[in-house]
Structures are given as C-alpha cells and as structure tokens.
C-alpha cells in the first residue's frame, strides 16, 4: 500500500457542483495533515490544516478520519478558480512528510 | 513577511556542466526541504534539514546531487555533472518548529539541461 493515495483524476465538475475527494494513508502514527493547491506550473500552497474534529475556511470543508486512515476535502459551490490539483500531505511524527500524486480538478463553464 | 526565497528562477545550462540552486528559507523556520518535480509528475523529496540534526539524504537520486545548509539558514543544492533527465522544478520548502506546522515552499527553480 502506497503511504499516500489519491485518485488521480481528473475530476470535471460544472461551476457551482460540490465535489469531494478523499485520500488515504498508511502510517497509522501519523501526526499532522494538510490539503495544498498546485496550480499549473505553479509552487505548492496551502490550502488548509485538516483536524481531527473537522474544520472549514469558506467554501472548503476538510475531515479527518483517524479509524480509517483517510482525510477528506469537499468544496462547495465550486468557481472556475477552483481548477488545480489537490494535494493531500501526511506528517509522521518522526518528520517524515509524505505528498500525495495530487487530484487534478477542472471547473467547467 | 518574506516568503521562502529561491534563485536563480530558471536555469539553462549544458550538459555536464555543474549548477548551483540556492534557497533562503522563512527567518526562524529550523526545517528546510528539497523536492524536485518533472512536468505532470508529483513531488520528488530529495532532501530534509532540521536544526543541527544530521540532514536526511535519503531521496538523493545520485552521488552528483548534494545538498547544505550553512548557519541553519540559507541551503545550496549542488547537481554535478549535469544530464538531461536532471530537468526539472528544483522546490524548496521550509517549516516553523513544533507539531502541525504546514511547510512553505519557495516559487522553485526551473533547471533545462541542453
């Protein structure tokens, strides 16, 4: 099992769907979790921290699922700036960060 | 306040010549990573710096790549020896102390090997 998968995609959405996608990970001791955006071309930004208990900025709501080893990201009434890739990141408590391949996304007109 | 910090933004050189990529991280961030990513590829970790720790070396693709970090601050990413598949966005990534800290990467190098 990879350490960090993703469904690479890529997802088509019309402007203003809610899309989800999820990503798993294998090391149970890991510590911290992350979503990024990488647009084209571009560096990796952070999206949002992911808690155990949930949390949402916006439009963007990230869960946590501990039992399962997975994290979620859902975005509601996606916009056309939305188009990216997803990446999923996982920190084990020894440091060790893990990137996801990423999810494309494209928001269609 | 000042992002993570990389030069040069692109690079052009021939083939089997050496080059030097620089990255100056986040005043106070002790952590420092190298990635390296090929067009349409994920990240590559090459590299991670922390503290004064011994650097983790694990993702080195080769003997021509080094990397160091002088003064806990500013880190030199060495490719010697230069070959066409070594093109590729050299990022540079750094973190804050402490559990849960998110990295911050730099805008990266774009290396072409001619």
């Known amino acids: 099992r990879k350490e960090v998968e993703q469904d690479p995609g890529p997802f088509n959405v019309p402007e203003g769907a809610t899309v989800a996608f999820n990503c798993t990970y294998s090391n149970s001791a890991s510590q911290s979790f992350f979503w990024y955006r990488q647009d084209c071309r571009k560096e990796p930004k952070l999206l949002m921290s992911v808690y155990s208990s949930g949390n949402e900025d916006g439009r963007f709501t990230a869960q946590l699922n501990r039992a399962s080893q997975y994290i979620s990201l859902l975005i509601r009434d996606s916009k056309l700036s939305d188009s990216a890739t997803y990446l999923c990141?996982?920190?084990?408590?020894?440091?060790?960060?893990?990137f996801g391949k990423g999810t494309r996304l494209h928001i269609l007109p | 306040g000042a992002g993570v910090s990389q030069s040069p933004s692109n690079k052009v050189t021939e083939k089997g010549k050496d080059v030097e990529l620089r990255c100056d991280p986040i005043s106070g961030h002790t952590a420092l990573y190298w990635y390296r990513q090929s067009l349409g590829q994920g990240l590559e970790f090459l590299i991670y710096?922390?503290?004064?720790?011994?650097?983790?070396k694990s993702g080195l693709p080769s003997d021509r790549f080094s990397a160091e970090r002088t003064g806990g601050s500013v880190s030199t990413l060495t490719i010697q020896r230069t070959q066409q598949e070594d093109s590729a966005v050299y990022l540079c990534?750094?973190?804050?102390?402490?559990?849960?800290?998110?990295?911050?990467f730099g805008d990266g190098t774009r290396l072409s090997i001619l």
């Open positions: 990534a750094s973190r804050a102390p402490g559990p849960g800290q998110p990295q911050h």
């Open positions: 710096f922390q503290g004064n720790s011994a650097p983790d």
């Open positions: 990141v996982v920190n084990a408590r020894d440091d060790k960060i893990i």
